[in-house]
């Protein structure tokens, strides 16, 4: 007894020296975090939902990891390919582990994974907290929770997606924390991405029960689905920080239904609410707009600043808005949002965004990847077409 607790006091130092260069921000917050040690920035990666819902085989997803490779999107981060519902046989083998569609998938998940991690990827895969997913073309996870993450660990799954369909009732807060504990219990770091649709505010609990929680229903791809997935998303930025962040769902960008301008709000406003980064079209098919889009690093490097703060909504006007979250280096990241149908010009104040009036930065437009001339104090104002936005660092000057 006394020789373990002598040890855990010398863990504790040991832990207290170790993290003591960390910043006592993410010290103060990574306390109560499911404690796998993934998400110190969000996730970037594809997702088979968006554009090819349930119409997917092993092909597809090798060729798109070999697409993630070639076009370089791998290289800027992208690293998780993840195979969304429809992916199982309607039922469970007869020791009750589930089984990859013979059809779709013959070689197995395994050989799949294999596969991705020779390419320097990850591979996720999707499961339900209820009886069967939402497609209800497989089975769901709930009461098999244990075995199920036994066997994604055994195949080498990277990230788990957990739906919320079809389930008994009872509460997510229940359901969903009996799957934390069962990939916990496998010992591999598994990505937790909880889909529980916002419905019970999982922002207020999501962290200590995984690495992100989607804030909102499903994205479509329209104009108006996705500003109002952004607008649900904002309300909850507190909660965001490293090991756990806001998911207001994946990205539209390359589907076609938006124009370019709109796609690069969509981008932008993920980027800077540090939303994961999970890729929704064909990369194999990837159009040069897209990929200017997708590719472009600037925005990039706002959505894994390390300093990990979702930015939020500091005015809005009418029509326009200005959306602001700091950075790393004292930097501060700035949208100027305009959600109307005419060009207007928008000002961001620096006291709407917090900083002293008197002080001067510069600024980088994100977008035409140029800093401006002038300095700026006290404010930034530009114009900014309809359903288009700014994207901008501001860096102090002293
Ligand atoms: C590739 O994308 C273009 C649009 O960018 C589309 O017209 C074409 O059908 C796509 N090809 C395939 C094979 O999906
Ligand atoms: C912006 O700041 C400048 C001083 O730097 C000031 O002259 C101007 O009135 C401000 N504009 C707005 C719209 O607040």
């Given at each position: 007894m006394e020789l373990t607790s002598a040890l855990a006091w010398l863990t504790t130092c040991l832990l207290l020296t170790l993290t003591s260069s960390t910043d006592p921000q993410s010290l103060i917050s990574r306390r109560?975090?499911?404690?796998?040690?993934?998400?110190s920035t969000p996730p970037m990666g594809w997702s088979?939902?968006?554009?090819f819902n349930c119409k997917i085989d092993e092909a597809t997803i090798k060729q798109t990891a070999d697409a993630l490779v070639s076009t370089g999107l791998a290289k800027l981060g992208y690293k998780y390919v993840n195979i969304d519902d429809c992916?199982?046989?309607s039922s469970r083998d007869d020791k009750g582990a589930l089984v990859p569609k013979r059809t779709t998938f013959p070689s197995g998940i395994k050989v799949l994974a294999d596969y991705v991690h020779s390419k320097g990827l990850k591979l996720g895969i999707y499961s339900d907290a209820g009886f069967y997913t939402c497609s209800k073309e497989q089975p769901g996870s709930l009461g098999h929770e244990e075995q199920d993450a036994q066997t994604f660990a055994s195949w080498g799954i990277d990230f788990l997606k957990y739906d919320n369909c079809n389930n008994d009732g009872s509460r997510p807060t229940l359901r969903y924390p009996v799957m934390t504990r069962a990939l916990m219990k496998t010992k591999r770091p598994i990505f937790f991405n909880l889909c529980e649709w916002g419905d019970m505010h999982p922002a207020l609990w999501g962290y200590t029960v995984g690495n992100s929680w989607r804030t909102t229903n499903d994205i479509s791809d329209t104009w108006e689905s996705m500003v109002s997935r952004a607008d649900q998303n904002e309300v909850?930025?507190?909660?965001?920080?490293p090991g756990g962040w806001n998911d207001p769902d994946m990205l539209e960008v390359g589907n076609g239904g938006m124009t370019k301008n709109e796609y690069i709000v969509h981008f932008s406003i993920w980027a800077i609410s540090k939303s994961p980064l999970v890729i929704g079209c064909d990369v194999r098919n990837i159009s040069k707009e897209t990929m200017e889009i997708i590719a472009n690093k600037e925005v990039i490097a706002v959505n894994q600043d390390k300093l990990g703060v979702q930015a939020k909504k500091v005015r809005m006007e009418g029509d326009w808005e200005v959306w602001a979250g700091p950075l790393t280096h004292d930097r501060i990241a700035v949208l100027l949002l305009n959600r109307g149908a005419w060009l207007t010009s928008i000002t961001a104040h620096w006291e709407d965004i917090g900083i002293a009036p008197a002080t001067t930065f510069k600024a980088r437009d994100l977008w035409k990847h140029k800093t401006l001339k002038p300095r700026f104090t006290g404010n930034l104002t530009d114009s900014v077409e309809a359903h288009a936005c700014k994207m901008f660092i501001l860096s102090p000057v002293y």
């Open positions: 109560n975090l499911l404690g796998n040690g993934l998400g088979s939902w968006n554009y992916w199982a046989e909850y930025a507190d909660f965001a920080r």
